[in-house]
Each structure stands twice: as C-alpha cells, then as structure tokens.
C-alpha cells in the first residue's frame, strides 16, 4: 500500500517522489525484510501471530539488518532508501535498555548500515536522498494508520514550500464510494471499504483508492504448528481505503 500511496502522490503542494521508480520501488518493498516472517508468523502468549511492534528485539534487528540485501539485486537506490529507513526506525531505539548482547546488536546494525549507506549513496545528491527517505516515512506511518482505522499526523512532510504535515483520520459520515481506483480497476461489489480524509492534500488525483489482501484469522492458536495451518487456509479478504480531500 506505501507503493501505492508513492505512486498517487504529487501536486503543486506535494512534490511527486523523483527519481520516481526506484522511490515507489522502495517504498512498496520497504517491508521487505519480513517476508519470510509474515509468511511463518511467531505465536504470541495469547495464541496469536505477535505483530511486529512485539517482536524480540533480537530477531527485529536481524530482519532489518537483511533487508536491504533483497532489494540490491533490483535498485541500488531502493537498497539505499530501505537501509535508510530502517536506521531511521532505529534511531528511537537507545541500545542501553537492552542487555549487553543484544544493545551490542543493535549498535552493529547502525554502524553497518551506515557504511552501506556511504557505500550506496556515494555520487548521488544527499538532499534528494533525505526528501525520498523522509516520503518513505510519511507513506509508511499512513499505510499502517490505514490499515488500523487510526487518526494520525504525518510530521516532516517534504512540500513544495519546506516540510509539512499532514492530518489523515477516518471520514465520518456516509459518502458515495468511487466507482473506479486510479489504475481504472473497478471496485468489487461488497469489498470491505474504510474512508479516510487527508488535509492539506497531497496527491495528484481528487480521490485516492489503496488496497491489498489480508488473511483472516480467528481464535488462538496452541502451537506454532497450528497457526500456521491455519493461516495457509485461512480466506483471502480484499481491503480498499479511499482517500479524500479533508
């Protein structure tokens, strides 16, 4: 959904994201070092996949320090955007609350990414890299407010005018769906629809339709065995958010 929302952005408030394959590219795959998590959740104490904010330190240092790795074969510059924002990530995260292993872990993993970053980013124009890294944060924090049904602001918005922020919260009210999304798909009868406002707004067209597909998963679970058979049948469920003006 970040690729989606990179895709949708840009008017005469709100700078399209340029060089703008390689920056939708990272944004969409921003996430790509847990793919193999997602695909084998950890069982939480309640019986539940535990979400990635309740991942051991540990294992969350590990997927970050991998991800860029995955996308290097495809985009030195989405590489570098995803090393970026995983260091930014980091960068709330102080290592001396962690036991010495792990705060040891968590330093080497900045200090790594940030000789591939050097390595990555050498010939390219900084200021540009920062604006790109700072769009990837924005579209990742809308993305999971989306997906939550949650109010947010999106702080450090690069604008045509210097950075800005955004307030995106569920739109109250009944309001007409839209017939068709950007890409000319129509909506599907009877697919699960949140609305959203957005203000100031920030994308090119005057309404704006994400989507993706979830697995829904019901009850607890005593095993890791078992949750993930049960996720591997569990029924596919299209999601659309539609964004607009505020």
Same mark, same amino acid.
Not at 14 to 41: I, N, S
Not at 207 to 225: F, K, M, T
């Given at each position: 959904?970040?690729?989606?929302?990179?895709? !949708?952005?840009? /008017?005469?408030?709100?700078?399209?994201?340029?060089?703008?394959?390689?920056?939708?590219?990272?944004?969409?795959?921003?996430?790509?070092?847990? !793919?193999?998590? %997602?695909?084998?959740? *950890? @069982?939480?104490?309640?019986?539940?996949?535990?979400?990635? #904010?309740?991942?051991?330190?540990?294992?969350?240092? !590990?997927?970050? &320090?991998?991800?860029?790795?995955? @996308?290097?074969?495809?985009? +030195?510059?989405?590489?570098?955007?995803?090393?970026?924002?995983? $260091?930014? #990530?980091?960068? =709330?995260?102080?290592?001396?609350?962690?036991?010495? !292993?792990?705060?040891?872990?968590? *330093?080497?993993?900045? /200090?790594?990414? &940030?000789? @591939?970053?050097?390595?990555?980013?050498?010939?390219?124009?900084?200021?540009?890299? %920062? +604006? /790109?890294? =700072?769009?990837?944060?924005?579209?990742?924090?809308?993305?999971?407010?989306?997906?939550?049904?949650?109010?947010? &602001?999106?702080?450090?918005?690069?604008?045509?005018?210097?950075? =800005?922020?955004? +307030?995106?919260?569920?739109?109250?009210?009944?309001?007409?769906?839209? $017939?068709?999304? &950007? %890409?000319? +798909?129509?909506?599907?009868?009877?697919?699960? $629809?949140?609305?959203?406002?957005?203000?100031?707004?920030?994308?090119?067209?005057?309404?704006?339709?994400?989507?993706?597909?979830?697995?829904?998963?019901?009850?607890?679970?005593?095993?890791?065995?078992?949750? =993930?058979?049960?996720?591997?049948?569990?029924?596919?469920?299209?999601?659309?958010?539609?964004?607009?003006?505020?």
């Amino acid at each position: 959904m970040s690729g989606q929302l990179a895709r !949708a952005w840009g /008017n005469d408030a709100f700078p399209a994201p340029a060089p703008r394959e390689p920056v939708c590219l990272a944004a969409e795959q921003h996430d790509v070092g847990w !793919a193999d998590a %997602d695909l084998a959740p *950890r @069982l939480g104490p309640a019986g539940r996949p535990l979400s990635f #904010l309740e991942y051991p330190r540990a294992e969350h240092v !590990a997927i970050w &320090r991998d991800a860029p790795q995955r @996308l290097l074969a495809q985009s +030195r510059y989405a590489a570098l955007l995803v090393s970026l924002h995983g $260091t930014s #990530l980091y960068a =709330r995260v102080d290592p001396a609350g962690y036991e010495p !292993a792990v705060a040891a872990a968590i *330093r080497d993993y900045v /200090n790594g990414q &940030r000789a @591939l970053q050097a390595q990555l980013g050498a010939g390219l124009d900084a200021e540009e890299v %920062d +604006r /790109n890294r =700072r769009l990837i944060l924005a579209w990742d924090r809308l993305s999971l407010a989306l997906c939550q049904g949650d109010a947010t &602001r999106l702080e450090d918005v690069p604008g045509a005018d210097g950075a =800005r922020a955004i +307030r995106v919260e569920p739109a109250g009210g009944d309001e007409p769906a839209p $017939t068709r999304i &950007r %890409d000319d +798909r129509a909506v599907p009868a009877g697919v699960a $629809t949140a609305r959203f406002i957005a203000d100031p707004w920030p994308f090119t067209a005057a309404q704006v339709v994400v989507g993706c597909e979830a697995r829904e998963l019901r009850g607890s679970y005593a095993d890791a065995a078992r949750l =993930r058979a049960a996720l591997a049948s569990a029924p596919w469920v299209p999601l659309r958010f539609v964004l607009s003006p505020g």
